[in-house]
């Protein structure tokens, strides 16, 4: 549904208010943990510091340990930085494990104390506005997300396939994303309201429940909750956090779908969610103690990249898992639509981590809901073999109760409806629907968070003051020979739409999804930055 028809003046401006809640409650909640049980110290102790192996080739991750299943299972990289080791991997008796070490190629390098080091997240977030090109900014910050695979191998090998792994072995990667402290600092000091922003959980004897009281989530009560072996769920984390804010609007010129977060803290010792799969591609960031996770395959296909997230599962229902990990702080785990999962903290620590998410009914149904609609309506405006009258007996030889009879009449009418449905492509207005996807990105994606540099080029940096009496208007002005920089990549769009004298006029929708058709000085200052 599109937002209110309000001034786009007024919708930025809003929208770029730093304290106000600007940024959209994210619908997914997502990567959630699993039951408590005994870790073998042998699968630990490979998962934490890689197994020894023949490294012959290190073709496109040099310097990693790569572990691939032969049927495409799992992907795996361990980062720590170390010379090449010439022994062979010493297979576990593990059958959890052995569905990871079993596999076609193996590449890893010997374990030692050197960390995969990356620049942190305040530094990359500012050397992005260096990058004019907001989708260069997007790859740009992707790629220190994954580091060290890289976005082209992602996305050939691995999104929408199977799960990934990386192991960094440096806790402070993810530094400066989002802390318990932020977490404690957002419930004193904004309005956290339980079951919108907030909700506590718990998984115990197979049994999930949720715990959320009326009202606002103050500190007393909500720590109250933690003590006693609750998890936090905070659904809108770049509702209040600016970072997280920052690094959700670049991510998501890369998807070009809405990416939203979730952060969980869970106590030590406890899981607060069902096995279960979520409809969206997720990303878990581990960024402060560690957890230990499992990851299952689909049980069946339909139910692989599902358009809607599934119930809770008992463990009898879900067979064995493909993937067994600790993520500690640094680390990463990706995995798509469909897959189940389930995380449970281990006695020793705490967890928080945040869940990045995209691709919620972005597929090839959710467009192709938007074309048949129009393609038939286009059709019987066009075609009058569309609009020819049914037979008169249909009913007696069509139908389920029909559907074992051995009458001619049915071949035929199958095949009247097959000729239609392929000359219905001809009329499918595939241009138009990607623009209703297009608006319906551009309504629900988040406000760009405007770099300095931007800021003082565009009407949110305008020097308007008030001074002798009046008012001083020091605006940026707008010739011939002005150049107009469009401030973010899917920031506008122009499309065909007709008014209601059926005169076809070019507009522009904003990223306020509104339709303008004329854009004032103010609304270009808006979207635009003006050098």
């Excluded at 989708?135 to 929408?160: G, H, Q, Y």
Aim: hydrophobic residues 35%.
């Amino acid at each position: 549904m599109e937002g209110p028809r309000v001034s786009a003046f007024a919708v930025f401006h809003k929208e770029f208010q730093r304290q106000e809640g600007v940024v959209k409650k994210s619908k997914h909640a997502i990567s959630k943990p699993s039951q408590k049980h005994k870790l073998l110290k042998k699968k630990r102790k490979f998962l934490s510091s890689g197994p020894e192996t023949n490294a012959s080739s290190l073709p496109a991750l040099e310097n990693v340990n790569e572990i691939e299943e032969a049927n495409g299972e799992v992907y795996c990289v361990n980062s720590k930085k170390g010379k090449h080791s010439n022994k062979k991997v010493k297979k576990l008796n593990t059958p959890a494990k052995n569905k990871i070490l079993n596999t076609s190629v193996t590449t890893d390098v010997e374990s030692s104390s050197k960390q995969h080091v990356g620049p942190p997240l305040l530094s990359v977030l500012q050397d992005l506005g260096k990058i004019q090109n907001s989708r260069d900014r997007a790859v740009t910050l992707f790629e220190w997300l994954l580091s060290p695979i890289k976005p082209a191998d992602f996305f050939r090998d691995i999104w929408e396939k199977k799960p990934a792994l990386i192991k960094r072995h440096n806790n402070s990667y993810y530094s400066g994303l989002f802390s318990t402290s932020e977490f404690d600092r957002i419930l004193r000091d904004d309005n956290v309201q339980f079951g919108v922003n907030l909700d506590v959980t718990s998984y115990t004897d197979g049994k999930r429940e949720t715990h959320n009281p009326p009202g606002r989530a103050l500190p007393l009560v909500v720590w109250d909750y933690f003590r006693n072996g609750c998890s936090l769920r905070l659904l809108n984390p770049q509702a209040f956090s600016h970072t997280v804010w920052n690094f959700l609007s670049v991510l998501q010129e890369l998807f070009g779908s809405m990416v939203g977060s979730n952060t969980y803290l869970t106590p030590a010792g406890t899981q607060g969610f069902a096995p279960h799969y979520d409809d969206i591609e997720a990303f878990v960031v581990q960024l402060e103690g560690k957890k230990h996770w499992r990851v299952y395959k689909p049980r069946q296909k339909s139910e692989h990249l599902p358009q809607i997230s599934s119930v809770n599962f008992s463990d009898e229902h879900i067979g064995d898992p493909i993937l067994e990990t600790v993520l500690e702080a640094g680390d990463l785990l990706y995995f798509p639509r469909g897959f189940i999962h389930q995380g449970h903290c281990l006695p020793d620590a705490h967890s928080l981590h945040i869940t990045v998410s995209s691709y919620q009914k972005h597929s090839w149904i959710n467009l192709l809901e938007k074309v048949l609609p129009a393609a038939l309506k286009v059709a019987a405006e066009e075609d009058v073999e569309f609009r020819k009258g049914l037979p008169l007996d249909y009913m007696d030889y069509m139908g389920v109760q029909n559907t074992d009879l051995d009458d001619q009449r049915r071949g035929i009418f199958i095949q009247k409806v097959h000729t239609l449905m392929t000359k219905l492509a001809d009329y499918a207005p595939v241009d138009a629907a990607v623009d209703q996807k297009a608006k319906e990105f551009l309504h629900d994606c988040l406000p760009p968070v405007l770099t300095p540099a931007e800021k003082s080029h565009s009407v949110y940096g305008a020097p308007v003051t008030w001074e002798d009496g009046r008012v001083q208007d020091n605006a940026l002005q707008i010739g011939k020979d002005t150049r107009i920089r469009i401030l973010r990549g899917g920031i506008a769009r122009s499309g065909l739409y007709f008014s209601c004298v059926s005169v076809c006029v070019v507009c522009v929708t904003f990223v306020t999804s509104i339709c303008m058709h004329s854009v004032c000085k103010m609304c270009i200052c808006a979207i635009m930055g003006v050098w």
